[in-house]
């Protein structure tokens, strides 16, 4: 057994007083998109509703997908994508993507959606002041995967990602597909050998390279670094990242073009003080009007991602990048300075000792938050907390939901205002104090203490002629 068989679930520590405080909206495992309050009251479920991820919108509405593609021939597609209201009601749909004719289906159309969209109106998909986004039209920009032939990179083939936009009857107005633009990447040599040959095979049906993975994708929206003449950041750009390849990059919606990029090489002189980013997840740049605005905020899981010279960990090169921890960064996008972080220091551990305590080397996310604090969904634990500028824990939730893997991971998780829920009444809002664990026990349990107390003197031996004579009720020496 590697962990407690119980710990515990649901809100478990909430300060009204520095929290930024609203709803919750994520995925409680097989169940359906939760919404809950800052005490981990569960407030609303749509029920049977996936989120990769779920998006709550002004009005009670959510955004989410419906049916998942039977991954035996593909990997994590979702069918559609749909924006349902309060009572479950589908509004809108989008589906036609791709025409998929898979062996024991029916036939038909398929988004091909995945890990992330925006809903014009709002950049990123999260509150930011003034940007709302759309409820009744306005365009949808969409994550989608395509199967495709490139042998530039592989003579496999590939599961690339395409970024779609498409208006409110579901025509696609504009499409980017990564693959075409494979030499604008940075990969040298060794990092293209290697995905020639493996470009990261998932072994489902068709056993498609899944060979970069991205897994968020937003609009820049209006940021201080265009208004000051940067073209590269226009607001109609896109930010995406790559969690197989290490990168980060931001496209030129008119041309196409990948303007700005981080990774996959974090060697180099202006980039080594960042430290490796692996196998991230939401990169965006933080929007107008919260605290940090045009920064790059990013979760860098840690884990193992990348493609490069084998080494004892990566035989073939493959994922040869590792690291046992995660970070939240928040980096300047124009001098590549780290602004602020969340990293297991400044959650309290020892480093490296105890750094794996925040870890989670898939899925995750970070959210900038109206009052300076940070969201941070820690997936892989199911684990979503809010922390200060100056790194205090003062909102933490444990998801009590697991999936049929016995995993109560959550993809990403969102915080609303009240405001957007006018289904229901504001909460009434109650602290919870952090539980002190050293003095918890389960009731019927020994508790805290003992009544029989020795002190321990002797002579101990610390190899061949030294001698120490240890009290083991004194405090060491400083």
């Not at 036609?96 to 109106?121: C, N, V």
């Not at 226009?234 to 008119?254: C, L, M, T």
């Not at 940090?292 to 493609?307: H, I, P, R, S």
Request: glycine share 10%.
């Amino acid at each position: 057994m590697g962990h407690p068989t119980i710990y515990p679930t649901g809100a478990t520590v909430y300060n009204p007083d520095k929290a930024w405080s609203g709803y919750t909206i994520y995925q409680a495992a097989d169940l359906g998109a939760l919404l809950i309050d800052m005490n981990g009251k569960e407030v609303h479920l749509w029920k049977g509703l996936r989120g990769f991820p779920n998006k709550i919108l002004p009005g009670g509405y959510v955004l989410g997908s419906t049916a998942e593609r039977d991954p035996k021939y593909s990997f994590q597609d979702e069918v559609d994508l749909v924006q349902v209201d309060w009572d479950g009601n589908i509004v809108w749909r989008f589906n036609k993507h791709e025409f998929i004719e898979d062996p024991g289906h029916e036939a038909g159309w398929m988004a091909r959606a995945h890990h992330d969209y925006q809903r014009e109106g709002n950049p990123v998909g999260y509150y930011a002041p003034g940007a709302e986004p759309k409820t009744t039209e306005g365009n949808t920009l969409i994550l989608a995967h395509k199967n495709v032939h490139n042998p530039k990179i592989s003579d496999k083939q590939l599961l690339d990602d395409s970024i779609l936009e498409v208006d409110w009857e579901g025509n696609i107005l504009w499409e980017w597909n990564l693959n075409e633009h494979f030499d604008e990447l940075g990969f040298d040599e060794l990092a293209k050998n290697v995905l020639f040959r493996d470009p990261n095979a998932r072994f489902f049906g068709n056993e498609a390279g899944d060979w970069m993975h991205i897994n968020s994708a937003s609009l820049l929206g209006p940021n201080k670094f265009y208004d000051q003449g940067d073209e590269r950041f226009h607001p109609d750009n896109i930010i995406w990242d790559a969690r197989e390849s290490n990168i980060i990059a931001i496209v030129d919606k008119k041309t196409g073009s990948i303007v700005w990029k981080l990774g996959p090489d974090y060697s180099a002189p202006e980039v080594k003080h960042l430290g490796w980013i692996i196998g991230q997840h939401h990169a965006h740049l933080i929007p107008k009007g919260l605290p940090g605005e045009g920064n790059l905020l990013v979760f860098d899981n840690g884990g193992w991602a990348g493609y490069g010279a084998p080494n004892p960990s990566s035989t073939y090169g493959q994922k040869n990048a590792l690291r046992d921890h995660s970070r939240v960064l928040e980096i300047d996008p124009i001098t590549l300075e780290i602004v602020w972080q969340y990293t297991p220091t400044e959650a309290g551990f020892q480093a490296p000792l105890d750094s794996y305590r925040f870890y989670s080397p898939y899925i995750s996310s970070a959210q900038r938050l109206p009052n300076g604090n940070t969201l941070i969904t820690e997936g892989a634990d199911g684990r979503i907390f809010e922390v200060t500028r100056s790194h205090e824990l003062v909102w933490e939730y444990i998801s009590p939901y697991s999936n049929q893997r016995n995993s109560n991971m959550v993809y990403r998780a969102y915080r609303v205002p009240y405001e957007w829920v006018p289904q229901l009444e504001r909460p009434v809002e109650q602290a919870i104090e952090p539980l002190d664990v050293a003095k918890f026990r389960v009731p019927g349990a020994a508790e805290t203490g003992t009544d029989s107390v020795v002190t321990v003197e002797g002579t101990v031996s610390y190899g061949e002629g030294a001698l120490c004579v240890a009290r083991f009720d004194e405090k060491p020496s400083e």
